[in-house]
């Protein structure tokens, strides 16, 4: 007999982050992780968590406040009687988007694995790796600040970084770039991301000026929309483009595939609406012969956990760090997803389902709203 979806239960919590995070001008400065998880049962007694992420309404088109707002006027009610292996095999939640999407998606993947006793990579493919190494990122500042922070973490095993950009005039940040390069500890690696911050003038003074720099990409120089400016970056420097905020679905990785506007395609879990369109998005990239680099928005355990399980089965990953930090920024999780990280590589746990715990004190101690399905 099939199993399907009796229960669910929403918790929206807040922990502040360790230190706060500055990004471009478009996004400003986080200070807390604010986030809502989802709790489903199963017919058969299975327990399944996942976690929306909302990035803000000008990057992922929601916030907490506006996806507390649509469970509670009844985005989660067909949830209930969700049979989990129709949903998985149906092939229709591939072109889900959205972060509450990503929660019901990554939920439904833990209770169903969990009821098989198998890990939930196994519900994605064949996994080509057990581990994957650790990228750190750094506020949009200075080259002193990037490589105090370097110097940091290079004594904790990191050894690629990601410096936040887009919120200073180009100049300097061209000046910041050659200056960290030629501050780093040899094996050091370094990317940019500017978050949606330049023009496109800004953009080609800092590609020409940095054009002969061992720099592994530079994501999302322009705005999510203008892909005929990135497809003419890549034509015109050897640096290799990233997208994030272009890349919200599949239908937008078809789009940004058919302009040639990237060579790497940054995948996070909540922002793609789970780990079916995430496994859809990152098939087509291979096709395509282009990589993909899993990155993360400021998010707890669960969603960190779902994405590791999919970076291990994909084969066409960027050869560096990525994004599996976000929990050690944080000062606080609700999962023990942290102990899975050492020297700066994450190791994937082959427990049922995600494989971590999830402490309900911790989540009455963070917890700002709560919604129940009766």
Same mark, same amino acid.
């Given at each position: 007999m099939s199993s399907y979806i009796k229960a669910w239960d929403v918790y929206r919590v807040r922990i502040p982050l360790v230190k706060p995070y500055h990004l471009s001008k478009v996004y400003g400065t986080i200070t807390h992780s604010d986030v809502i998880l989802l709790k489903i049962e199963t017919s058969k007694g299975a327990i399944g968590w996942g976690e929306a992420d909302p990035g803000g309404m000008k990057f992922?088109?929601?916030?907490?406040?506006?996806?507390?707002?649509?469970?509670?006027?009844?985005?989660?009610?067909?949830?209930?009687?969700?049979?989990?292996?129709?949903?998985?095999?149906? *092939?229709?939640?591939?072109d889900r988007e959205g972060?509450?999407?990503?929660?019901?998606?990554?939920?439904?993947?833990?209770?169903?694995?969990?009821q098989k006793g198998i890990p939930v990579w196994e519900l994605l493919g064949q996994k080509v790796r057990d581990e994957i190494d650790l990228l750190w990122p750094t506020s949009s500042g200075t080259a002193e600040e990037d490589l105090a922070v370097i110097e940091e973490y290079a004594a904790k095993g990191f050894n690629t970084y990601m410096l936040k950009m887009g919120d200073r005039?180009?100049?300097?940040?061209?000046? $910041?770039? $050659? /200056?960290?390069?030629? *501050?780093?500890?040899?094996?050091? $690696?370094i990317m940019l991301d500017a978050n949606q911050g330049w023009t496109q003038d800004e953009a080609n003074q800092l590609f020409a000026a940095s054009n002969d720099l061992p720099l592994i990409l530079i994501e999302q120089p322009l705005?999510?929309? /203008?892909?005929?400016?990135? $497809?003419?970056?890549?034509e015109n420097y050897q640096l290799p483009v990233s997208v994030d905020e272009s890349l919200q679905t599949p239908d937008s990785a078809k789009s940004v595939l058919e302009n040639d506007a990237a060579d790497i395609f940054?995948?996070?879990?909540?922002k793609n609406g789970g780990l079916q369109p995430s496994l859809k998005i990152g098939k087509m990239v291979a096709d395509k012969g282009k990589k993909?680099?899993?990155?993360?928005?400021?998010?707890?355990?669960?969603?960190?956990?779902?994405?590791l399980h999919l970076g291990c089965v994909f084969k066409n990953l960027v050869n560096c760090g990525h994004a599996y930090m976000s929990t050690l920024r944080i000062s606080d999780d609700v999962t023990n997803f942290s102990s899975w990280i050492e020297r700066g590589t994450a190791r994937l746990q082959d427990a049922p389902g995600l494989g971590i715990n999830v402490d309900s004190a911790k989540i009455r101690k963070y917890l700002e709203d709560e919604y129940h399905d009766n």
């Open positions: 992922t088109g929601d916030t907490p406040e506006s996806v507390m707002e649509s469970i509670r006027a009844g985005s989660l009610d067909s949830l209930k009687g969700v049979e989990l292996e129709g949903w998985i095999l149906s *092939g229709k939640n591939q972060s509450l999407s990503a929660a019901c998606d990554v939920a439904i993947h833990d209770a169903l694995a969990r005039p180009i100049a300097d940040e061209i000046t $910041r770039v $050659r /200056d960290v390069l030629a *501050g780093v500890p040899d094996g050091v $690696r705005a999510a929309d /203008d892909l005929e400016g990135l $497809r003419k970056l890549r940054s995948v996070k879990i909540s993909v680099l899993m990155n993360s928005m400021i998010e707890l355990g669960i969603t960190q956990c779902a994405s």
